[in-house]
């Protein structure tokens, strides 16, 4: 078996994953990144389909709102730090949401007072003191954020370095720790549906909880992601990660696609090799995991220590996604909406499931479709453990089930887009199982786990949750969380603990 060593090596190349290689790579470590797919990004990149017509689309795997490039943000600081310049532009709006009786159009900025105001004006009020407390609180979040600091602390120097960073504003904070986002909604007495309905659809697809479980400080994050500014990264998602493979490779870190990494090899309680699927044996002095907390415990196999067994049988089960990958003729898009739509279709039923779509379209983004057409991403919120069992038990009733559900989907897309079906050219479908053929994550989960007391900031998993000396975690598993943004804060905690740690 062929044997070949590197200081760093990266299993998969997401947007965590590349972050961490392209900073290290650009100190000098000699990094090797190992992607299963034939393309980088995972679950934050594009795919490109060609029709037999000549027809060519590029569609993005998910949804396309990206934040943190502003002063301050996670993806600033890494461009700053590479000299690199990210191909992102600003959205204002940020997106639409449509509830079943009324649209809220998400300004960045001033403009969303007035637009919260107007669209819930039955407990004005009080929601005007939810909103104020929310945005205060993820002010001293994002400030914080700015610092770096090791969270959450798993070692004594983590907890040193954090104190050091700690403001006396903080103190706001710390009554927090131990609340919901829906007992803060309580606590101000709102009881609008359309408001908490409203509230419960955003932190669904931000923090993957809604929220009388969320916790109060993520939720008060995630809510702020559109005010603080979205953007949108011009020929789809996987255009960041090119970024960032352009910029690795510059300094001389190397990129192998089509290598699934089958196991992470240790010596001595330490991460010390992988070996692929092609035979090969890649040794490191580091290995950097960009996998999900149950891909680590598969992929170390008897090396598993019971602190990650632990860590796995107590994760909550994390959400799946139904895809629809659509092209249309522009018509179907009405004039003047935003490029991205939230569609609540009923009050009365549960998030997900087609009950809730987020549609991405960017008719104005030519490179991505046919002239005259639009390449349209929708995705649900689903659960990802049932579509794998009826893939592996009950093939039959998985082609049914993937039919009644895009049918469904199409029918909520059509509240925001009326003319969805008549104008209908492409339609593909995705499920969980496809999602992990393509990334190999655990029953094909995406956004990370549900962001619930136990396991969200001080509580949540840091990246030597696996317990195994040399193995680090990046990516949705870990603090904190999904989205671009999150999981580059993460990369840039690991490349600053590689760099002490020599």
């Known amino acids: 078996m062929p044997t070949t060593d590197y200081d760093i090596i990266v299993i998969g190349a997401g947007i965590g994953g590349l972050t961490a290689a392209a900073l290290l790579a650009h100190d000098g470590y000699r990094?090797?990144?190992?992607?299963?797919?034939?393309?980088?990004?995972?679950?934050?990149?594009?795919?490109?389909?060609?029709?037999?017509?000549?027809?060519?689309?590029?569609?993005?795997?998910?949804?396309?709102?990206?934040?943190?490039?502003?002063?301050?943000?996670?993806?600033?600081?890494?461009?700053?730090?590479?000299?690199?310049?990210?191909?992102?532009?600003?959205?204002?709006?940020?997106?639409?949401?449509?509830?079943?009786?009324?649209?809220?159009?998400?300004?960045?900025?001033?403009?969303?007072?007035?637009?919260?105001?107007?669209?819930?004006?039955?407990?004005?009020?009080?929601?005007?003191?939810?909103?104020?407390?929310?945005?205060?609180?993820?002010?001293?979040?994002?400030?914080?954020?700015?610092?770096?600091?090791?969270?959450?602390?798993?070692?004594?120097?983590?907890?040193?370095?954090?104190?050091?960073?700690?403001?006396?504003?903080?103190?706001?904070?710390?009554?927090?720790?131990?609340?919901?986002?829906?007992?803060?909604?309580?606590?101000?007495?709102?009881?609008?549906r359309r408001l908490r309905t409203y509230i419960d659809g955003q932190l669904l697809i931000s923090a993957q909880a809604v929220a009388h479980n969320c916790a109060w400080l993520y939720g008060a994050v995630a809510l702020d992601f559109a005010r603080i500014g979205a953007h949108y990264a011009a020929g789809g998602a996987w255009s960041l990660a090119h970024t960032l493979v352009g910029a690795l490779e510059r300094a001389g870190g190397q990129l192998r696609y089509r290598r699934w990494v089958q196991r992470i090899i240790t010596h001595n309680g330490r991460a010390c090799a992988v070996e692929t699927d092609k035979g090969e044996r890649y040794s490191a002095r580091h290995v950097i995991g960009n996998i999900t907390l149950w891909d680590?415990?598969?992929?170390?196999?008897?090396?598993?220590?019971?602190?990650?067994?632990?860590?796995?049988?107590?994760?909550?089960?994390?959400?799946?996604?139904?895809?629809?990958?659509?092209?249309?003729?522009?018509?179907?898009?009405?004039?003047?909406?935003?490029?991205?739509h939230q569609v609540i279709a009923c009050y009365d039923r549960p998030l997900g499931e087609a009950n809730s779509v987020f549609i991405s379209a960017h008719p104005a983004d030519d490179q991505r479709a046919?002239?005259?057409?639009?390449?349209?991403?929708?995705?649900?919120?689903?659960?990802?453990?049932?579509?794998?069992?009826?893939?592996?038990?009950?093939?039959?009733?998985?082609?049914?089930?993937?039919?009644?559900?895009?049918?469904?989907?199409?029918?909520?897309?059509?509240?925001?887009?009326?003319?969805?079906?008549?104008?209908?050219?492409?339609?593909?479908?995705?499920?969980?199982?496809?999602?992990?053929?393509y990334t190999r994550r655990h029953h094909g989960m995406v956004g990370g786990m549900p962001q619930h007391l136990a396991n969200s900031g001080l509580f949540s998993l840091g990246p030597r949750a696996t317990g195994v000396a040399g193995l680090w975690l990046v990516g949705d598993s870990t603090f904190p969380g999904q989205s671009t943004a999150a999981v580059s804060q993460g990369a840039i905690r690991v490349y600053h603990a590689i760099r002490r740690a020599g």
Request: net charge positive; glycine share 8%; charged share 25%.
């Open 370 to 437: 046919p002239p005259g057409q639009c390449a349209l991403t929708v995705s649900t919120h689903t659960n990802a453990e049932r579509w794998w069992r009826w893939r592996t038990d009950d093939p039959a009733r998985y082609r049914e089930e993937k039919a009644a559900m895009a049918e469904r989907i199409l029918g909520t897309v059509a509240l925001a887009l009326p003319g969805v079906r008549q104008h209908l050219r492409y339609m593909q479908a995705g499920t969980p199982f496809s999602f992990w053929r």
């Open 296 to 340: 680590a415990e598969r992929l170390l196999g008897q090396a598993v220590p019971r602190r990650l067994a632990r860590a796995v049988d107590a994760a909550p089960s994390g959400w799946g996604a139904f895809t629809l990958y659509l092209g249309v003729d522009q018509a179907a898009i009405p004039a003047g909406q935003a490029e991205h």
């Open 31 to 192: 990094v090797l990144v190992l992607e299963g797919h034939i393309a980088p990004g995972g679950c934050a990149s594009s795919y490109e389909r060609k029709r037999p017509n000549g027809d060519r689309y590029i569609f993005d795997v998910g949804a396309t709102l990206f934040a943190g490039f502003r002063p301050g943000g996670a993806h600033h600081w890494v461009a700053h730090r590479l000299g690199i310049s990210w191909p992102v532009r600003p959205l204002d709006p940020a997106m639409e949401v449509w509830l079943p009786d009324r649209r809220v159009t998400r300004y960045t900025g001033e403009r969303w007072l007035d637009e919260r105001r107007v669209a819930f004006p039955a407990q004005a009020w009080e929601a005007e003191g939810f909103w104020r407390e929310q945005e205060q609180i993820a002010e001293i979040a994002w400030r914080f954020a700015a610092r770096q600091p090791a969270l959450p602390p798993e070692r004594p120097g983590d907890l040193l370095g954090m104190l050091a960073k700690v403001r006396p504003e903080m103190a706001l904070l710390l009554p927090q720790l131990w609340r919901t986002t829906g007992q803060a909604l309580t606590a101000r007495g709102i009881t609008d």
